[in-house]
């Protein structure tokens, strides 16, 4: 092995930060200005990938989700932040000696803290055409991708009782709105005089498939093969935090009805000494300006935690 080779197989840190979205970049800023060493290491797989622009930004409204962590990574990298690209395929040992294996061994991180900001996969529904425009009309969130569809014709495709919330919600945004039950149980007496007040139809049959053009939505399939021409589709995904990591750490994964997530409290402090996260794995309906901000102060958190060692190491060798 040459030397180079040596020197990224065997690194070393404060804090090795987990996942290179919005709140992985955001808590290593916040470290490297409080002169920390800090490692990213980060597959280059964003869940808002296939997203247009990122929103409620404040100041950067409607930025590619792709140039908004190029210019994370570069002011990260100004404080001193190393990015390692690469997957986390292993993790161990405790608060001050974790040790974390990229690409099945090929480099290895020690640090002493951990921030784990490794994000969710999205569960969808098997229908055929929902994944194919997933993140362009095939939507979830009124608040991240709703003005874009504003006035246009929405299906809603039910999966829970939680499909009223999204009519209601996407309602507010189109007076053309389908709510496709499909999985969803029977809306109750008092939910159907809420659905006729608001002029939403309602299709009972189960859907066969989204039809789609490239990344477009055209319509929706019932069984039958009876077709509804629409803009956009709403559906509910479940929300699966990537908790292998914590769970290799000691900790344990948390089951909701939304999915599966990572507890921490405000700071992003876990139950396992040492080991924080950030944005959607303990926050899964974060949005990217509220993941970046769990970032920043789960960064803070671990600063101080460091500190707080620092000083008692620093006593006690007086």
Do not use: K
Request: glycine share 12%.
């Amino acid at each position: 092995m040459n030397a180079s080779a040596a020197m990224t197989a065997g690194l070393q840190a404060d804090v090795v930060v987990v996942g290179g979205g919005a709140a992985g970049l955001a808590a290593a800023v916040a470290l490297g200005r409080s002169r920390r060493s800090v490692i990213v290491v980060d597959a280059g797989q964003p869940r808002n990938a296939p997203a247009h622009g990122a929103h409620n930004m404040l100041g950067q409204e409607g930025i590619s989700p792709l140039e908004l962590l190029a210019r994370g990574r570069a002011e990260a990298e100004a404080y001193g932040v190393r990015i390692l690209n690469g997957v986390v395929t292993g993790a161990s040992g405790v608060a001050d000696a974790f040790t974390i294996e990229v690409d099945g061994g090929a480099s290895v991180v020690t640090a002493r803290r951990v921030v784990l900001a490794t994000g969710l996969v999205d569960e969808l529904p098997d229908v055929p055409g929902v994944r194919e425009a997933w993140g362009r009309t095939v939507l979830h969130c009124p608040y991240c991708h709703g003005w874009e569809v504003r006035d246009q014709r929405i299906a809603v495709l039910g999966r829970t009782e939680g499909a009223m919330h999204q009519v209601m919600l996407f309602r507010q945004l189109s007076s053309d709105v389908t709510l496709f039950l499909h999985d969803a149980p029977e809306p109750s007496d008092e939910q159907w005089e809420q659905l006729a007040a608001l002029g939403v139809s309602v299709v009972t049959p189960r859907v066969q498939r989204i039809v789609v053009d490239g990344d477009q939505v055209r319509a929706v399939e019932i069984e039958g093969g009876r077709s509804f021409e629409v803009d956009a589709v709403v559906v509910a995904p479940r929300f699966i935090a990537r908790t292998e990591l914590y769970e290799a750490l000691g900790g344990e994964r948390t089951l909701t009805p939304f999915g599966e997530q990572v507890v921490a409290d405000a700071r992003g402090m876990t139950a396992v000494p040492g080991v924080f996260v950030a944005g959607n794995t303990a926050e899964p309906m974060a949005m990217v300006s509220v993941a970046a901000g769990s970032g920043v102060m789960a960064g803070a958190a671990v600063n101080g935690d460091l500190a707080a060692a620092d000083l008692a190491r620093a006593v006690a060798a007086a």
